[in-house]
């Protein structure tokens, strides 16, 4: 059983910065692909960025250029560092994990963390 834990969440202002991280035990983490989705009350679940098992990235059109997903395969661990944050980036942030880059892409991972409140006030 994959066990993510999500940290870094909280409220900034608009314009700054949030750094979450999303370590992962009980999984060879090395060979997952991770990724963050994140959700408002009322909407579904949004895919926000995806890294691959070999480093591949890619994003959502809302956060490209303001947002960066990163590994570090040696803590099982993946980051979203978030810079020029807006009051619409304001959700739950959730981790997510799976062997298969579609199952992250899709919102279907064999593995959720437990989400992570980020407000972003205006």
């Known amino acids: 059983q994959v066990q993510l834990v999500e940290s870094g969440g909280g409220t900034v202002q608009a314009g700054g910065s949030l750094r979450l991280s999303c370590a992962a035990f009980g999984t060879v983490f090395r060979l997952n692909v991770m990724g963050w989705h994140r959700q408002v009350p009322g909407k579904q679940r949004e895919l926000v960025a995806v890294?691959?098992?070999?480093?591949?990235?890619m994003y959502a059109d809302s956060v490209k250029g303001r947002f960066t997903i990163s590994r570090d395969n040696a803590k099982s661990a993946v980051y979203l560092q978030m810079d020029s944050l807006k009051p619409e980036d304001t959700a739950v942030y959730y981790c997510?994990?799976?062997?298969?880059?579609?199952?992250?892409?899709?919102?279907?991972?064999?593995?959720w963390g437990q989400g992570i409140q980020v407000t972003v006030s205006s």
């Open positions: 890294i691959t098992s070999g480093g591949t990235v």
């Open positions: 997510a994990s799976d062997l298969r880059a579609a199952a992250v892409r899709t919102g279907t991972p064999a593995s």
